[in-house]
């Protein structure tokens, strides 16, 4: 289906819990940047409270503590209105299959329609022939273009990141 949002883009980035809706791993921050017209308009993050706890081993990748989420808002409030706000504009990710996968589960349990309609900025490596960095990570995506990723897996950063990689790259194919 064809979007009227057809020069607007949302990057988003999700931090978890661990690596699988599926077995019972939450989200825990939800980043946004917003592109309109080849500009960036918006950058933000939402902190989410999970029903487990934060291991100190998520803490340690994210630097999102248990006491950080402790007072943010659940899933079932933050994603309903994320759903709406996306609306049918175009997501853009860094390896989103992992991104969808999450929030799909989680609209998919709200009875909220599922995202369709995105951009993975890893698969648009894999095709860019002058694309020469040693694996397809996002750190590794950033070194190779000279895009600064002020705090790596925080979502606002790493939206932010990913939207200057988006343009890096489409420009190149």
Known sequence: MMSFYKNEYIVVDLETTGLSPNNGDE?????VTEIKDDKIKL????LIKPRGFISSTITNITNITNEMVSDAASIE???PKFREYIGE????????KFDIKFLNHYLNKMNLDPITDYI???????????YHGKNKKLATACDY???VNEQAHRADSDTLATAKLFFAI????
Do not use: P, Q, W
């Open 77 to 79: 409030d933050v994603l």
């Open 89 to 96: 504009r175009t997501l853009i990710a860094h390896n989103a």
């Open 145 to 147: 273009y000279g895009i």
């Open 27 to 31: 989200i825990i921050e939800i980043g």
């Open 170 to 173: 489409r420009n190149e194919i």
């Open 120 to 130: 993975c900025t890893m698969e648009m490596l894999k095709k860019n022939k002058n």
């Open 43 to 46: 950058n933000y993050s939402r």
